[in-house]
T-cell receptor, first 113, second 114 residues
Framework: AQSVTQLDSQVPVFEEAPVELRCNYS??????LFWYVQYPNQGLQLLLK??????LVKGINGFEAEFNKSQTSFHLRKPSVHISDTAEYFC???????????FGSGTRLSIRP | DAGVTQSPTHLIKTRGQQVTLRCSPK?????VSWYQQALGQGPQFIFQ???????QRGNFPDRFSGHQFPNYSSELNVNALLLGDSALYLC?????????????FGPGTRLTVL
């Protein structure tokens, strides 16, 4: 079955510390991968996407993610977080055979001063 | 450049009632997808509309139906509301034939069923 797993439901980190949010997807020949951020009481905003090409993808707000086909992972990283990064982060996948996007259950990132 | 807009922002209904939610896509987009996001969960795909037809559907009952108009705007209709239909309903738009994999989301409609 097509699925996305976000291994951590909550990740607490101190301000200015690095962070990694983990994401794994069920294997397929061809996938497109996304990270979205959702601030409280708002819709989803696209952080970054992997469609093809370089496996290291840079997005907005200093975030980046690396596509690892052998491990079927697409982990999100930021070298130094800020209080404003407090939000829910969703990993998502679109399989080439379908139009729909499948979302993970989300990881809540909380930043401690 | 107008982004994706949704109306209403909030809605309260009772069990058994029917509801209609509306979405206007981002300027230049022609494809609209609808998602249901229950509290504490990720969005779940309901269906996608392109050229006024349902192109793909997720695992939702027939009580959920939709429509797309010639101006690409869309409606989501839910009949015979259940308590479990309480959720944030998100609309996303994209451009077919372009960067079709990038969906832009609206702020959502919060539906509460009592």
């Amino acid at each position: 079955a097509q699925s996305v797993t976000q291994l951590d439901s909550q990740v607490p980190v101190f301000e200015e510390a690095p962070v990694e949010l983990r994401c794994n997807y069920s294997s397929s020949v061809s996938v497109y991968l996304f990270w979205y951020v959702q601030y409280p009481n708002q819709g989803l905003q696209l952080l970054l996407k992997y469609l093809s090409g370089s496996t290291l993808v840079k997005g907005i707000n200093g975030f980046e993610a690396e596509f690892n086909k052998s491990q079927t992972s697409f982990h999100l990283r930021k070298p130094s977080v800020h209080i404003s990064d407090t939000a829910e982060y969703f990993c998502a996948v679109r399989y080439s055979s379908a139009s729909k996007i499948i979302f993970g259950s989300g990881t809540r990132l909380s930043i401690r001063p | 450049d107008a982004g994706v807009t949704q109306s209403p922002t909030h809605l309260i209904k009772t069990r058994g009632q029917q509801v209609t939610l509306r979405c206007s896509p981002k300027s230049g987009h022609d494809t609209v997808s609808w998602y249901q996001q229950a509290l504490g969960q990720g969005p779940q795909f309901i269906f996608q509309y392109y050229e006024e037809e349902e192109r793909q559907r997720g695992n939702f009952p027939d009580r959920f139906s939709g429509h797309q108009f010639p101006n690409y705007s869309s409606e989501l209709n839910v009949n015979a509301l259940l308590l479990g239909d309480s959720a944030l309903y998100l609309c996303a738009s994209s451009l077919a034939g372009g960067d079709t994999d990038t969906q832009y989301f609206g702020p959502g409609t919060r539906l509460t069923v009592l």
